[in-house]
């Protein structure tokens, strides 16, 4: 059987052209969802200041197994992309994950992330309700997170809004996201004080799945040059193996792996 997963590409664009698809609405996360589980229900609201929209979590089905989903939402319409801030998780959007990877400790479910965000959203109440601490919580549970964590980026993946859902046994990306601390935008506004030189910026920022993966950043590369219907076919059959070979493992080592993981870079 091919591998449905590849890491590297013949024809793969240039990091300026893979930053552009990134951000284009090419998977929606209730698609991914739909796509890829049955049984789908969703839980809201974090118990403590309110339910962020851009934040869908869940318990699901992947081939029969309950499993539990949580990913970020940038919204459809110009007016669910607003209420969703284009898909920037408030502090109650990070707790709600909190909440959700808690719960499915108690019930040894494991859990599945589905990221897109441009980063946290950096506004004055965010900040006033504690957002880096929010996200710095999210990070230390899935740190202690005693069942399978698999993190996919399918869009966006920018800074620390991105690394509280993807502090993961295994990271995937497709094959048009990106994964980085900032945007080239920003990149270049910090490096040269000029945001107009960004295309060169993701040129050496090393954020493209090809180069996360010759890094270890990541582990897997999803090729987006197929029917959605397809990619969610073969992305179904390399979770449910993936989650069989985690789950193997004593709870115990699965936490001391994954945290040599990240103190490895």
Known sequence: MVDFFKSWFKKEANPAEIVKKSREDRFMA???IDGLFTDFTELHGDRLAG???SIIGGLARLDGQPVTVIAIDKGTDINDKL???NGSPEPWGYRKVQRLMKQAAKFRRPVITFINTPGAFPGKDAEAMGQGEAIAQSILESMKLPVP???VIYGEGGSGGALALATADQVWMFENATYSILSPEGFAS???KDAKKADEAAAIMGLTPTDLKEKGVIDYI???GHKHAKI???MQKKLTAELNDLQSLPATELIAKRRARFRSF
């Open 83 to 85: 209420s969703k801030r």
């Open 232 to 234: 969610f076919d073969g």
């Open 190 to 192: 910090i490096l040269w």
């Open 222 to 224: 999803i090729p987006e």
């Open 149 to 151: 964590l698999i993190a």
């Open 51 to 53: 339910d962020d929209q």
């Open 30 to 32: 209730r698609e991914l």
